[in-house]
């Protein structure tokens, strides 16, 4: 059965950095594209960008080009989502998901509920 | 990058309405086009992929379809549990991206 288990949730301060990760089992890990979905407050779904395991290519959505890192560690089945800098707009929840070709999110993860506050 | 522009941004419908959901793109994606589907406080849903094919176990009242750079998403029949905010994507070029979702109420 496949399975995308993220980390869970975090509270930061405006400044802090945070790591968060999503692992897959039940599939061949670098095989697969692994995206990362923010969801504002109320808000609709912003692919973040994209990561393939087997090579690490990594392919940002032009709004969070720079703003984020996305990295994997396939030794582990475990894709992850940095900020150095927190700021309160980063409120959200994270979702990662399993791209079949890197173009349909077949797998989803529970995703991550990122709270940023002073 | 391409934009995705979905219509309407909301929606109300009542139990067994036919509801359509447009979706267009600001270049030709060809059928490079899936559907989702997010209910409150849920992970989306892939429901429909390659514009117009059913992933596996979802039920034959969505449908979809379309090319190049207009699309539609179809509900036969809304249901109760239909209720949700629905999505489009574009997977024609990489990463892909999503309209801003259409949000049905019954």
């Known amino acids: 059965e496949v399975q995308l288990v993220q980390s869970g949730a975090e509270v930061k301060k405006p400044g802090e950095s945070l790591k968060i990760s999503c692992q897959g089992s039940?599939?061949?890990?670098?095989?697969?594209?692994i995206g990362w979905v923010r969801q504002m407050p109320g808000k609709g779904l912003q692919l973040m960008g994209i990561?393939?395991?087997?090579?690490?290519?990594?392919r940002y959505s032009p709004s969070f080009q720079g703003q984020v890192t996305i990295s994997v560690d396939k030794s582990i089945n475990t894709a992850y989502l940095q900020w150095r800098s927190l700021k309160a707009s980063d409120t959200a929840m994270y979702y990662c998901?399993?791209?079949?070709?890197?173009?349909?999110?077949?797998?989803w993860g529970q995703g991550t509920l990122v709270t940023v506050s002073s | 990058d391409i934009q995705m522009t979905q219509s309407p941004s909301s929606l109300s419908a009542s139990v067994g309405d036919r509801v359509t959901i447009t979706c267009q793109a600001s270049?030709?994606?060809?059928?490079?086009l899936n559907w989702y589907q997010q209910k409150p406080g849920k992970a989306p849903k892939l429901l429909i992929y390659?514009?117009?094919n059913l992933e596996t176990g979802v039920p034959s009242r969505f449908s979809g379809s379309g090319s190049g750079t207009d699309f539609t998403f179809t509900i036969r029949s809304l249901q109760p549990e239909d209720i949700a905010t629905y999505y489009c994507?574009?997977?024609?070029?990489?990463?892909?991206?999503f309209g801003q979702g259409t949000k049905l109420e019954i």
């Open positions: 390659d514009a117009s």
């Open positions: 998901s399993r791209l079949l070709a890197g173009e349909r999110a077949e797998y």
């Open positions: 990561i393939y395991p087997g090579d690490s290519d990594i």
């Open positions: 270049q030709d994606i060809r059928k490079n």
């Open positions: 994507q574009q997977a024609n070029n990489l990463p892909p991206s």
């Open positions: 039940g599939y061949r890990f670098d095989t697969y594209w």
